[in-house]
């Protein structure tokens, strides 16, 4: 089949990026062709630079190195359509290319807080599709429990549309209830269905640092003083991703990493602490120790932790005896495979 999937490829973000190569992956395994629709909101065509209150100067240059190898990957891994800005363009696409189906996810891509507090038809679909192609979503999610009203009045009707239906989390899962009156099947997110060894082999040293993933200002202040107490427990320097003002305590601050970079560095670390979805999914991936921490909205971490016996290395509140006991403490084994083989089947239905 002729698939495009609709979903944040173009943004500037390690897990967005990786993402949307582990669905692309998981097709192509699955022995179809594969493109992204390239589309992205309005809100989102900005200087790429301008959301991350950078100034001029180093930061600045090292933020152009992480763009060009954020480029780069897409070029390299994330085959797109011609670009399409809005809806009618997006149309005479699915149109010309003669799509199967479109595949929507994975990603907050519903989420309409993320889409400036309106309702985007197009990663709800909600377009003229020729009548042989399909219309799945794949771990699509809300992101939280509250949504904008233009979402929550317009978004059933185009969910009822859909031909297969899954869900990122449970979160999601009833917002699909509430709007639609459906069902979804809850599935992985597509970074837990690759291995990803062919953009990362293993790496030459192991161990040697922390590694700190945090996004957004929120919170910030609980990321630091675990990290700083994890430093104080294994005697190992703090390397911080991400160049989202500083992070007290980092010896080292690394703001051109691209997506494989990223993924590097998180592999090769003794310990990883983050308030990231997708950090925490690959410290998982990777079996590293890790210690997260949540934010005013943490739903998509419990529920990722829940589903992999790890609820515990969640913290909510700092604890510097329960910091000490996760650093000496194992991780456990990702313990998804039943989870990923009902995912995979999830996708073969839907195709067949």
Same mark, same amino acid.
């Given at each position: 089949?002729?698939?495009?999937?609709?979903?944040?490829?173009?943004?500037?973000?390690?897990?967005?990026?990786?993402?949307?190569?582990?669905?692309?992956?998981?097709?192509?395994?699955?022995?179809?062709?594969?493109?992204?629709?390239?589309? @992205? !909101?309005?809100?989102?065509?900005? !200087?790429?630079?301008?959301?991350?209150?950078?100034?001029?100067? +180093?930061?600045?240059?090292?933020?152009?190195?992480?763009?060009?190898?954020? *480029?780069?990957?897409?070029?390299?891994?994330?085959?797109?359509?011609?670009?399409?800005?809005?809806?009618?363009?997006?149309? #005479?696409?699915?149109?010309?290319?003669?799509?199967?189906?479109?595949? *929507?996810? #994975?990603?907050?891509?519903?989420?309409?807080?993320? *889409?400036?507090?309106? =309702?985007?038809?197009?990663?709800?679909?909600?377009? #003229?599709?020729?009548?042989?192609?399909?219309?799945?979503?794949?771990? %699509?999610?809300?992101?939280?429990?509250?949504?904008?009203?233009?979402?929550?009045?317009?978004?059933?009707?185009?969910? +009822? +549309?859909?031909?297969?239906?899954? /869900? +990122?989390?449970?979160? $999601?899962?009833?917002?699909?209830?509430?709007? #639609?009156?459906?069902?979804?099947?809850?599935?992985?997110?597509?970074?837990?269905?690759?291995?990803? /060894?062919?953009?990362?082999?293993?790496?030459?040293?192991?161990?040697?640092?922390?590694?700190?993933?945090?996004?957004?200002?929120?919170?910030? &202040?609980?990321?630091?003083?675990?990290?700083?107490? *994890?430093?104080?427990?294994?005697?190992?320097?703090?390397?911080?991703? =991400?160049? &989202?003002?500083?992070?007290?305590?980092?010896?080292?601050?690394?703001?051109?990493?691209?997506?494989?970079?990223?993924?590097?560095?998180?592999?090769? $670390?003794?310990?990883?602490?983050?308030?990231?979805?997708?950090?925490?999914?690959?410290?998982?991936?990777?079996?590293?120790?890790?210690?997260?921490? @949540?934010?005013?909205?943490?739903?998509?971490?419990?529920?990722?932790?829940?589903?992999?016996?790890?609820?515990?290395?969640?913290?909510?509140? =700092?604890?510097?005896? %329960?910091?000490? %006991?996760?650093?000496?403490?194992? /991780?456990?084994?990702?313990?998804?495979?039943?989870?990923?083989?009902?995912?995979?089947?999830?996708? &073969?239905?839907?195709? $067949?």
């Amino acid at each position: 089949m002729k698939i495009a999937i609709v979903t944040f490829h173009w943004a500037n973000n390690y897990g967005a990026l990786l993402q949307a190569y582990g669905l692309r992956r998981t097709f192509e395994k699955m022995g179809h062709s594969v493109q992204f629709l390239d589309y @992205a !909101p309005p809100h989102k065509r900005v !200087p790429w630079w301008r959301p991350l209150g950078l100034r001029q100067g +180093r930061g600045m240059l090292a933020m152009q190195g992480m763009k060009r190898r954020c *480029a780069q990957f897409r070029k390299n891994h994330l085959p797109a359509t011609r670009r399409g800005d809005g809806l009618s363009k997006v149309e #005479s696409i699915c149109r010309d290319e003669g799509f199967d189906a479109i595949v *929507a996810g #994975s990603d907050q891509i519903w989420n309409g807080f993320g *889409a400036g507090g309106r =309702y985007n038809p197009v990663y709800f679909l909600d377009f #003229s599709l020729p009548k042989q192609c399909r219309r799945i979503s794949y771990s %699509a999610c809300f992101g939280q429990a509250d949504q904008p009203e233009e979402t929550c009045s317009r978004a059933g009707p185009a969910i +009822r +549309r859909f031909d297969a239906l899954s /869900v +990122r989390n449970e979160v $999601s899962r009833e917002w699909v209830r509430k709007l #639609s009156g459906r069902d979804a099947v809850v599935t992985l997110d597509p970074t837990l269905l690759d291995d990803y /060894v062919e953009l990362v082999p293993e790496p030459a040293t192991l161990g040697n640092y922390i590694c700190v993933y945090s996004l957004g200002r929120e919170f910030r &202040e609980t990321g630091e003083k675990i990290a700083a107490r *994890a430093r104080q427990r294994l005697g190992l320097p703090i390397v911080t991703l =991400y160049p &989202e003002g500083r992070f007290r305590g980092a010896e080292r601050r690394e703001l051109s990493a691209g997506p494989i970079e990223w993924m590097r560095w998180l592999k090769g $670390s003794g310990l990883v602490v983050t308030n990231s979805f997708h950090g925490t999914v690959f410290a998982l991936k990777f079996g590293k120790p890790f210690i997260s921490w @949540a934010g005013s909205r943490p739903e998509r971490l419990r529920d990722l932790l829940r589903r992999t016996g790890a609820d515990e290395r969640l913290v909510v509140e =700092y604890d510097s005896d %329960a910091i000490d %006991a996760l650093c000496d403490r194992p /991780v456990p084994r990702n313990g998804l495979d039943a989870e990923r083989q009902q995912s995979q089947a999830f996708l &073969e239905k839907a195709l $067949s």
